[in-house]
DNA sequence: GCTTGACCTCAACTTAGCTTGAGGTTGCAT
DNA sequence: ATGCAACCTCAAGCTAAGTTGAGGTCAAGC
């Protein structure tokens, strides 16, 4: 085998899909941590794929990268991330998908109802108030500060 | 009652909740072309209330506003939409969230099975897999051309 | 008929999440 | 020992979806 399991950037963004710029950016935003040669080339963790895997996923369910890094807070850097340590975020990210796949239910359910009247009528309209409620985590026109 | 049903655009900025700026920057990208007076102001149609709700819940599906453009392209900018109107266009809406439901019910079965095994390990791994089908329409890396 | 709040345009700025390019260095295979 | 692909940094650019501000005009009520 191998002698260490040290990955260079080219190799972990094969391993990911990701690009070498989008992983470099990641560290930037402190999301990796990946270690140095002494000729200041870095050099990745295989536990790193995980990592990245997950970064996509979570991003894939909206979160932003802010709230990646806080999910992965828990993940300790140096360590190879356990079950246990997978487990536990894993779980926060089933819960945001519990909470998304709810929240569509309830959309489609107003846009049964509004979809008979033809409303879209505001004020009065089941779907239009709801569109308050699940805007946190939309797009939405942005409101600053 | 008023003598005619032209809005100015603080009004119906008023009634959307959206801001002034946001529905003249939606004007710009051809989601809404409203009258003008003599004096070069915008004047809306009462259905242009609707419109706009009809782009938020858009929005929050995640669509873009190019996407949404397209879905509002059936939609006569002249004429009042009608209950059928709506109802073609609620349609595809509909089935947007179906399938955003079902990816997501996917993923979350797929997250129950890595959950277990701890993996999130690539190529073998289902949930890894299933990212690149779901990944139409999410943000993720942006892959350009 | 004047005032004043609502409206107008246009340009520049914002944030997130990257990509692209210039100019230079490293490290592995031969 | 050397070639060259892969790496490095740093600055600038890009897209989406708006916001902000400057400088000017309109129109409705008194």
Redesign the interface.
């Given at each position: 085998m191998k002698a260490n399991d040290l990955l260079p950037i080219g190799d972990l963004a094969r391993?990911?899909?990701?690009?070498v710029s989008?992983i470099r950016f990641y560290e930037e935003k402190g999301l990796v941590e990946p270690l140095r040669t002494s000729g200041n080339q870095r050099r990745f963790l295989r536990s790193d794929?995980?990592r990245l895997?997950?970064i996509?996923?979570a991003?894939?369910?909206?979160l932003s990268l802010g709230e990646i890094e806080d999910a992965l807070a828990d993940l300790p850097q140096g360590r190879t991330p356990?079950?246990?340590d997978?487990?536990k975020i894993?779980?926060e990210?089933?819960q945001r998908?519990?909470a998304?796949?709810a929240a569509?239910?309830k959309?489609?359910e107003d846009?049964?109802g509004?979809?008979g009247?033809?409303c879209?009528?505001?004020k009065k309209?089941a779907?239009?108030n709801a569109?308050?409620k699940?805007?946190e985590g939309?797009?939405?026109?942005r409101v600053l500060r």
């Open positions: 391993r990911t899909g990701l690009s989008a794929i995980r895997s997950f996509l996923i991003q894939k369910l909206g356990n079950a246990a997978w487990k894993s779980g990210v089933r998908i519990d998304q796949i569509l239910e959309v489609r846009l049964d509004c979809i009247c033809g879209l009528s505001l309209c779907l239009y569109g308050d699940w805007g939309g797009v939405g026109p």
